[in-house]
């Protein structure tokens, strides 16, 4: 069955440190993977998504997520932690079925950034 | 930039009450889902819908639940008799017609609370 899992429930990081958080999945086929964020009280926004191709991609913000087939995983990465990054981080499959494509989501990581 | 649009942003309701949570998606969109994320849990997909019929919908989606599309614009999800479980944030999205581009789009959310 396809699943995410992200085995970082909570993440704290000093402001200007860098940042990686882990993503694992599962699926069968080609994976289609996404990150999103999700500050407190608001909807999510997508950072960045892989679908093929260069297995490092960027996303909005100065994130960026590497695939790699081998390991299973998506982690996402950013060099130098703003404050404004603290929120919840979410990572996805996206997983095919007829004609529409759902999204499985990871437990989700908070990211706490100290001054 | 395009986006979807839920309204209400809250809505409390008592239990047994039916609600209906509105979304406008993306005009060209041709894909649209439901998913549910209860406080502090991950999102978790709830339906899928194109060409006037469901897709695929999960086991979270049962007979309380049922999705339409009424005109060419909105996309409702309706709880025919909430129960207190069914509390939680909920996310519509759109993606674009080109599956394999997987434009996944959300709304800000309808936060449900059932008393």
């Known amino acids: 069955a396809q699943s995410v899992t992200q085995p970082d429930i909570h993440i704290t990081v000093s402001e200007g440190a860098s940042l990686e958080l882990r993503c694992n999945y599962s699926?069968?086929?080609?994976?289609?993977l996404f990150w999103y964020v999700q500050s407190p009280g608001q909807g999510l926004q997508l950072l960045l998504k892989?679908?093929?191709?260069?297995?490092l991609v960027q996303g909005i913000k100065g994130f960026e997520a590497e695939f790699k087939r081998s390991q299973s995983s998506f982690n996402l990465r950013k060099p130098s932690v703003h404050w404004s990054d603290a929120a919840e981080y979410f990572c996805?499959?996206?997983?095919?079925?007829?004609?529409?494509?759902?999204?499985?989501f990871g437990q989700g990581t908070t990211l706490q950034v100290k001054p | 930039e395009p986006e979807v649009t839920q309204t209400p942003s809250h809505q409390v309701t008592q239990m047994g009450q039916e609600v209906i949570l509105r979304c406008v998606p993306i005009?060209?969109?041709?894909?649209f889902y439901w998913y549910r994320q209860i406080l502090g849990q991950k999102v978790e997909f709830l339906v899928s819908?194109?060409?006037?019929?469901?897709?695929?919908k999960s086991e979270i989606f049962d007979d309380q639940f049922s999705v339409e599309r009424p005109d060419g614009s909105n996309f409702t999800l309706k709880i025919r008799s909430t129960k207190l479980e069914d509390s939680a944030m909920y996310f519509c999205?759109?993606?674009?017609?080109?599956?394999?581009?997987?434009?996944?789009?959300f709304g800000s959310g309808t936060r449900l609370t059932v008393v």
């Open positions: 999205a759109s993606s674009a017609p080109d599956r394999g581009s997987y434009g996944y789009t």
């Open positions: 699926y069968g086929a080609t994976p289609y």
């Open positions: 892989y679908f093929s191709g260069d297995t």
């Open positions: 996805a499959v996206g997983a095919y079925s007829g004609n529409t494509g759902k999204l499985i």
């Open positions: 005009s060209n969109h041709l894909y």
């Open positions: 819908f194109y060409n006037n019929e469901i897709s695929e």
